[in-house]
Nanobody
Framework: QVHVVEFGGGLVQVGGSLRLSCAAS????????VGWFRQAPGKERDFVAA????????YHADSVKGRFTISTDNAKNTVYLQMNSLKPEDTATYYC????????????????WGQGTQVTVSS
């Protein structure tokens, strides 16, 4: 079992920045990929970004490419999502997902999820 906790959400103005952190504990050695997803009110959960824990593979959704950056600090078992140039449409609950034994960013491939952290971008 992997325990996942997200940190760093909050309220920010349009154009501002936030950095989300995802800390994992437990059986973390079994995961190859960590992903970030988000869900806005009344909408389905969408993929945001994913990283392989060896750093060799990174992928960002088109909607955040050039503004968000996913990175990892394996020594701290932590994955970050740096979010710059935030827009109102980035407002959502952001979830970190892990316990994925292969390189993939399909939601169904992740076995452990955090509770989510709220990001609100005000105009």
């Amino acid at each position: 079992q992997v325990h996942v906790v997200e940190f760093g959400g909050g309220l920010v103005q349009v154009g501002g920045s936030l950095r989300l952190s995802c800390a994992a504990s437990g059986r973390t050695f079994s995961t190859k990929t960590v992903g970030w997803f988000r869900q806005a009110p009344g909408k389905e959960r969408d993929f945001v970004a994913a990283i392989s824990l060896n750093g060799a593979s990174i992928y960002h959704a088109d909607s955040v490419k050039g503004r968000f950056t996913i990175s990892t600090d394996n020594a701290k078992n932590t994955v970050y999502l740096q979010m710059n140039s935030l827009k109102p449409e980035d407002t959502a609950t952001y979830y970190c997902a892990t316990d994925n034994p292969r390189w993939s960013y399909a939601e169904a491939d992740f076995g452990s999820w955090g509770q989510g952290t709220q990001v609100t971008v005000s105009s």
